[in-house]
């Protein structure tokens, strides 16, 4: 609507507005005010491109800023897991494995025991008790699979977090899961869920094993009634934050401080399997990194002195502990 630059008055048209200031401003020049609408309609154009900008902006930031593992809810626990993940688990390649020297930085490896062999009909048991809540084996559960995977395979793994209030660390289950294997056994007990409520419940035996070597505490794993571990091999802060995929893909990159903890500790795991194993699978035993990772040994409330691999792991003999090839 025109109005009029001297008075103020506004007219329905630009030849109303004309009329007017001839009549009322007749010693005044008129001139025409400019289109307003077309200069309303730029500045809307340019708003709405300025906030479609801040809003792009602000979801570009917040991606990358948000936790990872708030990015996944929690409906997928308790699912199993994908097949990326499981192979990423699975196929850690020796090449991998033994470019991390040693058991890996800062790992603390299984301790030797003094005990009867632990067996399962003819193969040697590994028993696992621990609790889905429990961040130290939400970080211990990955080096298992890694570690294990070398000697058998595993089914109906599924996704698990550790308590809220205990890390929210991503791991996995071994309720549901399923271990087969030609050279040993594979026991788990997952005492209790997410929430602390009763899961499953050892046997007579396994509790027996359980209160002698690590009373009321989780993880309890015992190598065949040679070695155990009473804690997680590495700390759990090494993985937290981070989502499944994060961790798995990490698992075959040798730099990666993920695989440094998760691998290294796979490493003294299947060190210390070979040694109850007599070696075999020889394609997986005969490697000949694995001969310098060492253990402690403890017997039940003792302290512990280190204890060299190296005699209990394979070495192809006048071979120097070079590794021939074979296969499963």
Not at 105 to 130: Q, W
Not at 315 to 325: D, I, W
Request: hydrophobic fraction near 35%; glycine fraction near 8%.
């Amino acid at each position: 609507m025109p109005k009029c630059p001297k008075c103020g008055k506004k007219f329905n048209s630009l030849q109303a507005l004309r009329s007017h200031f001839n009549a009322v401003h007749p010693s005044e020049r008129f001139v025409a005010p400019k289109n307003s609408s077309s200069r309303n309609i730029t500045i809307t154009v340019v708003v709405v491109i300025i906030i479609i900008g801040s809003l792009v902006g602000a979801l570009i930031y917040t991606s990358g800023h948000t936790s990872p593992t708030t990015t996944i809810s929690t409906g997928i626990l308790n699912t199993p897991i994908s097949y990326s993940l499981y192979q990423n688990l699975t196929t850690v390649p020796f090449s991998t494995l033994s470019s991390i020297a040693g058991g890996g930085t800062g790992v603390n490896p299984p301790a030797s025991i003094d005990s009867s062999p632990l067996m399962n009909g003819s193969k040697p048991e590994i028993l696992y008790i621990g609790a889905e809540f429990c961040p130290y084996c939400a970080a211990e559960r990955w080096a298992l699979v890694v570690a294990l995977s070398k000697f058998g395979n595993f089914t109906g793994l599924e996704y698990m977090q550790s308590a809220p209030d205990d890390g929210d660390i991503a791991t996995l289950t071994f309720l549901n899961a399923t271990y087969t294997s030609k050279y040993i056994s594979f026991v788990t007990v997952e005492n209790e869920d997410r929430n602390h409520n009763d899961l499953q419940i050892p046997t007579g035996t396994e509790e027996t094993l359980w209160t002698e070597f690590n009373p009321d505490s989780y993880p309890f794993v015992d190598i065949g009634g040679k070695y155990d571990l009473t804690t997680s091999q590495y700390s759990f802060s090494d993985i937290s934050n981070l989502n499944w995929t994060q961790i798995g893909t990490q698992l075959s990159n040798a730099s990666s401080p993920v695989a440094q903890a998760i691998d290294g500790s796979a490493n003294t795991l299947i060190a210390t399997i070979c040694s109850i194993t007599n070696n075999q699978p020889s394609a997986v035993c005969s490697q000949t990194y694995l001969s310098s990772i060492t253990v402690a040994y403890t017997t039940p409330n003792s302290g512990g002195i280190s204890q060299s691999l190296q005699a209990l792991v394979y070495s192809p003999a006048g071979e120097s502990g070079r590794v021939g090839k074979s296969t499963l």
